[in-house]
Nanobody
């Protein structure tokens, strides 16, 4: 049974930082690109960051502007996202998702991702 478990969300003041983790089990982690998506009430789900199966290729949403960093630890089957300089508009539920890929690339569209975590709430107070 495939499981993706997010952690690290919470309440933070604007300008603060959070580190999200996504622990994967039940799959061959090295066969999957992993993405972080977010969804705020009334808005579409959007890509925040994604990392390729080998960790070489990384993609970020335009709104990130150098504030977030995605990384992966294959030994721990875990993907991290360090979020700095958080803004009120970063408030959302953050999901990690796994995308089975053959090559070392990432995809932006959430419908390509087969497995999803339950989400973790990030709230940034202004």
């Amino acid at each position: 049974q495939v499981q993706l478990v997010e952690s690290g969300g919470g309440l933070v003041q604007a300008g603060g930082s959070l580190r999200l983790s996504c622990a994967a089990s039940g799959l061959t982690f090295s066969n999957y690109a992993v993405g972080w998506f977010r969804q705020a009430p009334g808005r579409e789900r959007e890509l925040v960051a994604a990392i390729s199966r080998n960790g070489v290729v990384r993609m970020y949403g335009d709104f990130v502007k150098g504030r977030f960093t995605i990384s992966r630890d294959s030994a721990k089957n875990t993907v991290y996202m360090q979020m700095n300089s958080l803004k009120f508009e970063d408030t959302a539920v953050y999901y990690c998702a796994a995308d089975y890929v053959v090559g070392d690339y990432v995809r932006r569209i959430h419908t390509n991702y087969k497995y999803w975590g339950q989400g973790t709430q990030v709230t940034v107070s202004s």
